[in-house]
């Protein structure tokens, strides 16, 4: 059976108390519970691959490519 452990200082997401959840780790997944409204959740302790987002793909910027000015005189 795993070690269930008070987190100091965390707020429940249900109820908004302080001190009232407990964390452990179960088959690779972190779990918490709240002991005054019951409410559990559980996450992966894996590491989640990067979101792909606009900072960091590595596509060209259409502002940065070359255009060849002519010059008319008029």
């Not at 088959?27 to 709240?34: I, L, M, P, V, W």
């Amino acid at each position: 059976m795993p070690v269930k452990r008070f987190i100091a200082g965390a707020v429940c997401p249900k109820c908004a108390t302080m001190d009232r959840l407990k964390a452990w780790q179960e088959n690779g997944q972190q779990h918490r519970e709240c002991i005054e409204c019951g409410f559990t959740d559980a996450m992966s302790l894996e590491a989640p691959s990067e979101l792909p987002t606009r900072v960091n793909q590595t596509q060209a910027d259409p502002r940065d490519e070359i255009q060849v000015v002519k010059l008319v005189q008029p």
